[in-house]
């Protein structure tokens, strides 16, 4: 589906990358919320965010100071001119927030995630003319994360951004959300005008990531970064962790590396050659890969043999990412790479079978 898009940006916000909105995780006390704004706003951010409901994994945590907090948003508007932005999960939710004149609104991952939740904030944003972003879903869903902003879109909004979070995952080594950053550049390609909005807080989960993953965002040309800072972050109410001071948040801004979008691409058309060359090579490699997997698969059946010979796999997958480190290539590439090939692989030997 075409969805038509306008500019999230408000006036008087600069329109050179990064877009930045900075805010506490939660909106905790008006003190909080009033010294937090000063000091973003001495440091030159537009855009204050802060959570007023906050949807928790498990009850009896801080679920938020909710609509009380508005009015606090409210005067931040009235004493620093900067814009504010929190987060809805409901109906109820929005018509709070545009009754206390929010300026940016933005879905959570786990609205994002929930259909008829996203249908009936779309509804209740019908004719408003404001910018919303629709964080990724919890799980890397594309789809889902499309239907999202298509819903938004239908109701007659333009002015639609999306925010990069992360994916949940029991794999928490490093980060929080794993980034798959692969998953919101696949969003940019079929939404070339849609504007990305990375979020390095929920991404990383620990103050020390928040640099290096806002860098990576503007390496990959992301419109913008929405940061959790809180003026105390180690007695914050919510996500302590992952929050950092406006001093620190100052300091990474200052240190991005800006690259350029719109250079000249003419230097790059030689390699660029020789990339199309090497991928035409590829596909005839693995269009001939497939033929003997299908010549396999119809031996496999004249003997009645199992489609899945598990320790030629095993031996295959080892021997091949060995090969791929010692070439210089990241071995959990090449296992993504031979698990798809395999599964192909299975497939059709198993169209076969069934013949």
Not at 6 to 31: F, H, N, Q, W, Y
Not at 118 to 130: K, P, R, T, W
Request: glycine residues 6%; negative net charge; aromatic residues 6%.
């Amino acid at each position: 589906m075409k969805m038509k898009l306008d500019s999230i940006l408000l006036p008087g916000i600069d329109p050179k990358r990064p877009l930045v909105i900075a805010g506490p995780c939660s909106a905790e006390t008006e003190d909080q919320v009033m010294n937090a704004a000063k000091q973003l706003s001495a440091n030159g951010i537009k855009i204050l965010r802060a959570g007023i409901w906050k949807p928790r994994t498990k009850p009896g945590g801080f679920e938020g100071v909710g609509s009380e907090g508005l009015a606090w948003l409210k005067k931040v508007k009235q004493e620093t001119g900067m814009y504010v932005s929190t987060e809805v999960a409901t109906q109820k939710h929005v018509y709070e927030a545009l009754k206390y004149g929010v300026d940016v609104l933005w879905i959570g991952a786990r609205t994002t995630a929930n259909p008829f939740a996203v249908q009936e904030i779309a509804e209740a944003l019908q004719g408003v003319d404001i910018p919303v972003l629709v964080k990724n879903p919890v799980n890397p869903d594309l789809e889902l994360w499309i239907g999202a902003l298509e819903r938004l879109s239908n109701v007659g909004l333009t002015k639609l951004g999306a925010i990069h979070r992360g994916f949940s995952s029991y794999d928490k080594k490093i980060y929080r959300n794993l980034p798959q950053w692969h998953i919101p550049i696949e969003l940019k390609r079929r939404y070339p005008d849609l504007p990305i909005i990375c979020d390095p807080s929920h991404i990383g989960g620990k103050r020390d990531l928040i640099q290096p993953l806002s860098q990576q965002a503007m390496d990959l040309n992301f419109d913008g970064l929405i940061i959790e800072s809180h003026c105390d972050p180690d007695n914050a109410w919510s996500d302590a962790s992952q929050q950092i001071t406006p001093i620190r948040l100052n300091e990474i801004l200052d240190g991005l590396i800006i690259r350029d979008s719109k250079q000249s691409t003419e230097d790059l058309s030689a390699l660029r050659r020789q990339i199309d060359e090497l991928d035409d090579q590829l596909l005839e490699l693995l269009a001939k890969r497939m033929r003997i997997s299908c010549e396999i698969g119809t031996f496999k059946k004249e003997h009645n043999m199992t489609i899945v010979q598990t320790d030629r796999y095993d031996e295959i997958l080892h021997k091949r990412i060995a090969q791929a480190e010692g070439m210089g290539m990241n071995p959990e590439f090449m296992r993504v790479v031979l698990e798809a090939i395999h599964e192909e692989s299975v497939r059709k030997q198993i169209d076969i079978l069934n013949k």
